[in-house]
């Protein structure tokens, strides 16, 4: 086995000035990711999705959007394909690492997904410190929440998004991926989008693992995450695979996005059809990671 780590973060309209923001937080998250990968995928994946969550570039943990109550409110999960196990987190307001929360979900709990309070209430129980949700909220929000609480416009007209993830298969050939987010700027309190759904924005098996990102709504409708993974499980190389579905995404739900895609084999690929997706590669392989934009 050959082992690899993708990770992006986030498919979107990113601006010239903040390139190099995403490229040099994709690199420092596989960097991290890349230590525990030759021996766990699942801790490679929680590493880097951690480190992501950390850098307020991008829309998951601290920095993230706000929503329409002007609060930071998380959903990550993180699935390990081999052994079918997954766990996520919902709607929470008070854990900084949410993808660590999912983690904790996924390895103490005897249910999949927890939302809000029930999630905060559980984690803290595994020995998660809770945090003020004023901790996660930075001024550029701020600012952006401000603005569009004024315009009065749906989420969707911003195509603003930055949700982070992570795909990786280790020596054993374990499979797992992950993702983290805080959603659409201004949504609905208590939205939940497509990321912590299995199937959804993130998917893995024996043969894959997937993670998905852009406009949730139509992301859910396609079932994104399974479609590459069925794409994958009938023949198609991981760069078809990813690249089909991410155009049935446009052209049957009008959505836009991107994933990454890891196959059992150490095939891999990724593909948007927004103008940038920032994300980065390292394989056993490669001498150091490459980042793309
Ligand atoms: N898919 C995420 C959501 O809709 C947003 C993103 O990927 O940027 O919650």
Request: net charge negative; with cysteine; glycine share 12%.
């Amino acid at each position: 086995m050959n082992p690899i780590i993708l990770v992006h973060g986030g498919a979107w309209d990113i601006p010239d000035d903040l390139v190099e923001s995403h490229l040099k937080g994709v690199t420092e998250a596989i960097t991290r990711g890349k230590k525990a990968l030759p021996h766990s995928a699942l801790d490679a994946v929680e590493d880097a999705i951690t480190c992501l969550e950390d850098d307020p570039t991008f829309d998951a943990g601290t920095g993230s959007f706000l929503n329409r109550d002007g609060m930071v409110e998380l959903d990550a999960v993180i699935t390990e394909g081999n052994s079918l196990r997954a766990g996520a987190v919902g709607a929470v307001k008070r854990i900084k690492n949410p993808i660590r929360a999912a983690r904790i979900v996924m390895e103490h709990c005897d249910t999949v997904f927890l939302t809000g309070e029930g999630a905060e209430r559980f984690a803290a129980h595994q020995g998660v410190p809770l945090c003020d949700n004023r901790d996660l909220v930075i001024e550029r929000e701020i600012k952006r929440w401000e603005g569009l609480a004024r315009q009065n416009k749906p989420a969707e007209d911003f195509f603003k998004h930055g949700t982070v993830g992570a795909v990786a298969v280790d020596k054993e050939g374990t499979l797992v991926a992950g993702t983290s987010t805080g959603g659409t700027p201004c949504k609905q309190p208590g939205r939940i989008g497509d990321s912590p759904i299995l199937g959804a924005g993130t998917y893995a098996t024996d043969t894959c693992a997937v993670s998905c990102t852009g406009w949730g709504e139509a992301i859910m409708k396609a079932g994104m995450a399974k479609t590459i993974a069925d794409f994958v499980d009938r023949g198609l190389k991981a760069q078809e695979a990813v690249k089909k579905s991410v155009e049935i995404l446009r052209d049957r739900f009008s959505g836009y996005g991107g994933a990454i895609v890891v196959t059992r084999e150490g095939d891999y690929g990724s593909a948007y059809n927004t103008p940038r997706m920032a994300r980065a590669v390292y394989a056993e392989s490669m001498k150091k990671p490459e980042a793309s934009i």
